[in-house]
């Protein structure tokens, strides 16, 4: 991550004991900010804020982050040693593949997608407990890759993730896929028709992951279960163990 060529202003008021930071602005011209091994130039970012302290409890108020196609906006707070977090927003899918290829390494930058994504989140951290959701909404989502082997079209669903504050925390998600196709090589699915529904649930452990159960199902075609367990104590060689229905 480099970051270079930036603006950054904003206003202090209040008192030393209680400090606000009013209308914190960051802009980032496109290519200022180099993200990834291969220092990938990413576009444009504006980021704006309000901050507050006071009395041990510290919030950001009126968060809002625009860049080419993404809008976020939320806010977030910390009082009594527990932080807790809210996020909305919507991406053009069009921003995706080249984001994803940058971000996490993917081989999906030529990739072409068009329609919208929404999100909403909280979360929180309490006692060193992580918790959360996170839902996510396709809205006439479609993408094909370069050699044009997959391709899906006007995708309409729903992704829900959900993570408990606990000693072991239990992850959780939901999704559904109930419009739109997907074509792979000479396959064809219609969500329309055919709703494609997912769930599963995952214990976290500092070295031991437990697939508790995940199912997948596609009406009036099947469906599959799944549990399994995968062991990371051995870094170069994870053990895993995985039993389908």
């Not at 159960?213 to 895993?240: C, E, M, N």
Request: aromatic share 4%; charged share 20%; glycine share 16%.
């Amino acid at each position: 991550l480099e970051l270079r060529g930036f603006r950054l202003g904003g206003g202090l008021a209040g008192s030393p004991e209680a400090p606000e930071l009013k209308g914190l602005k960051l802009a980032i011209p496109r290519g200022g900010l180099l993200l990834g091994a291969g220092k990938k130039e990413l576009e444009a970012i504006e980021l704006s804020a309000d901050a507050a302290y006071a009395g041990g409890a510290a919030r950001l108020e009126n968060l809002s982050l625009a860049s080419r196609g993404i809008r976020l906006t939320g806010g977030g707070q910390y009082q009594g040693g527990r932080l807790g977090w809210e996020l909305a927003g919507t991406a053009e899918a069009a921003e995706l593949p080249g984001l994803l290829a940058c971000a996490l390494g993917l081989d999906c930058e030529a990739w072409a997608a068009q329609g919208q994504i929404g999100l909403q989140g909280k979360g929180s951290l309490a006692h060193g407990l992580p918790g959360g959701e996170l839902s996510l909404a396709l809205r006439e989502v479609g993408f094909s890759s370069a050699d044009g082997l997959i391709l899906a079209d006007k995708l309409q669903g729903n992704l829900m993730l959900r993570l408990e504050p606990k000693a072991k925390p239990l992850l959780s998600a939901r999704g559904e896929l109930n419009q739109g196709g997907l074509v792979y090589d000479t396959w064809y699915l219609d969500y329309g028709n055919a709703p494609l529904q997912a769930s599963a649930q995952v214990s976290l452990g500092e070295s031991l992951a437990v697939l508790e159960k995940a199912s997948l199902s596609l009406r009036d075609i099947g469906s599959l279960t799944a549990r399994g367990s995968l062991k990371t104590t051995d870094a170069a060689a994870p053990a895993y163990d995985l039993s389908l229905e």
